[in-house]
T-cell receptor, first 112, second 111 residues
Framework: NAGVMQNPRHLVRRRGQEARLRCSPM?????VYWYRQLPEEGLKFMVY????????ESGMPKERFSAEFPKEGPSILRIQQVVRGDSAAYFC??????????FGQGTRLTVV | KQEVTQIPAALSVPEGENLVLNCSFT??????LQWFRQDPGKGLTSLLL?????REQTSGRLNASLDKSSGRSTLYIAASQPGDSATYLC??????????FGAGTRLTVKP
């Protein structure tokens, strides 16, 4: 049973480009969570999704950020028109209700 | 609003020492608490999950306790080793959809 898979592990984008981060949850998990870890800061919740539904996006910036978890395929975190302040590690976690959360290795986004 | 605090922010000990990391949370209505380890530049590894009905959980040299009424958890590491050097994070559920993390304790175990 593979763990939570995130790709790419490292992503470099120029200012103004789009970044697409992928997360495949563990087999049997229907909940996906995205977190952002800014340099020297803690983990901050961004969005919680179940298949085809956004349950809670209270941590998502109001503009340029979007997330989806389609019926088939991985969850995608999309950042449009990236800026330097978007440089961070983005972590995905999966689980089911009231169970242990398992994290992926993260995607490190660098905006140049 | 749930706030999670970890003390100390950083800790340096010689190899072989027993140590305790502290985590406190403001809203005691939690159904579990989870301890994670994060190595520099790496993802998070789950260490222990304590359900609200439990007092403690043990895994190898690690022992985590939970006192919901006082809003506290401790992670005890016995006979520390240099390989234990990492940042340790505690997290509690929030609003059923979210996990709130502490800022972490950065542990260095010197050989």
């Amino acid at each position: 049973n593979a763990g939570v898979m995130q790709n790419p592990r490292h992503l470099v984008r120029r200012r103004g480009q789009e970044a697409r981060l992928r997360c495949s949850p563990m087999k049997g998990h229907s909940h996906v969570y995205w977190y952002r870890q800014l340099p020297e800061e803690g983990l901050k919740f961004m969005v919680y999704l179940q298949k085809e539904n956004i349950i809670d996006e209270s941590g998502m910036p109001k503009e340029r950020f979007s997330a989806e978890f389609p019926k088939e395929g991985p969850s995608i975190l999309r950042i449009q028109q990236v800026v330097r302040g978007d440089s961070a590690a983005y972590f995905c976690a999966s689980g089911n209700s009231n169970t242990e959360a398992f994290f992926g290795q993260g995607t490190r986004l660098t905006v140049v | 609003k749930q706030e999670v605090t970890q003390i100390p922010a950083a800790l340096s000990v010689p190899e072989g020492e027993n140590l305790v990391l502290n985590c406190s949370f403001t809203d005691s209505a939690i159904y579990n608490l989870q301890w994670f380890r994060q190595d520099p530049g790496k993802g998070l590894t789950s260490l222990l999950l304590i359900q609200s009905s439990q007092r403690e959980q043990t895994s190898g040299r690690l022992n985590a306790s939970l006192d919901k009424s006082s809003g506290r958890s401790t992670l005890y590491i016995a006979a520390s080793q240099p390989g234990d050097s990492a940042t340790y994070l505690c997290a509690v559920p929030y609003n059923n959809n979210d996990m709130r993390f502490g800022a972490g304790t950065r542990l260095t175990v010197k050989p």
